[in-house]
């Protein structure tokens, strides 16, 4: 089967910087991708790695790297309007692979 | 406006009955999901498409059956429900199989009781 595990909750002040991590087992990987969702609303797409590295997207960047099957999300200058749930998720060889993990949700105090 | 849409946003339904929940999206994505999503927990598989007239099971199909007959529409239908199929249902495409990014539809919640 597949597998994510990230931490449930996380907390941070305005102007900070926090990271989520994502750590996983699966086969048939083609990369990790993350995804915001706020209180009540639907998952919108963050970023996607199919490579080692960090990809870099505004406030928000991602990291992988296969080898240790892990990812994380790293969010800067962070904002009120960050507050939500992040949720990795593999993208597979086809779309039976998609698997999420069970989110962090982020709270971000003045 | 481009993107998914989802019909009913809400219902409470006798356990029993049947229902159908229904997703179309006009981005012409080949591939297209429904998950559910209980109150705190993440996003579960039910059922996947990887392309029009192709189904596949995710990782919680019980109760549950799709039909992809056309790129557009993808209609998820409780055969008969039960209390524990309460929860929120996302319909989601991509336009590869691959899932790597994904576009979620508003999402119908769904009570059985």
């Known amino acids: 089967g597949q597998s994510l595990e990230q931490p449930s909750e996380v907390t941070a002040v305005e102007g900070a910087i926090v990271q989520i991590n994502c750590t996983y087992q699966?086969?048939?990987?083609?990369?990790l991708s993350w995804y915001q969702q706020h209180d009540g609303g639907a998952p919108t797409f963050l970023s996607y790695n199919a490579l080692d590295g960090l990809e870099e997207t505004g406030r928000f960047s991602s990291f992988l790297s296969r080898s240790d099957s892990y990812g994380y999300l790293l969010l800067q200058e962070l904002q009120m309007k960050d507050s939500a749930s992040y949720f990795c998720?593999?993208?597979?060889?086809?779309?039976?692979?998609?698997?999420f993990g069970d989110g962090t949700t982020l709270t971000v105090k003045p | 406006i481009a993107g998914i849409t989802q019909a009913p946003t809400s219902q409470i339904l006798a356990a029993g009955r049947r229902m159908t929940l229904r997703c179309t999206q006009d981005m012409r994505h080949n591939a297209m999901y429904w998950y559910r999503q209980d109150l705190g927990l993440g996003l579960r598989l039910i059922h996947y498409?990887?392309?029009?007239?192709?189904?596949g099971k995710g990782e919680v199909p019980d109760g549950y059956s799709v039909s992809r007959a056309n790129t557009d529409d993808f209609p998820l239908t409780l055969a008969s429900a039960v209390p524990s199929q309460t929860s929120v249902y996302f319909c989601a495409s991509s336009e590869g199989s691959g899932g790597y990014e994904q576009f979620f539809g508003p999402g119908t919640r769904l009570t059985v009781l």
């Open positions: 699966t086969s048939g990987f083609y990369g």
């Open positions: 498409s990887n392309t029009a007239g192709t189904t």
């Open positions: 998720a593999v993208a597979g060889t086809n779309a039976g692979k998609s698997t």
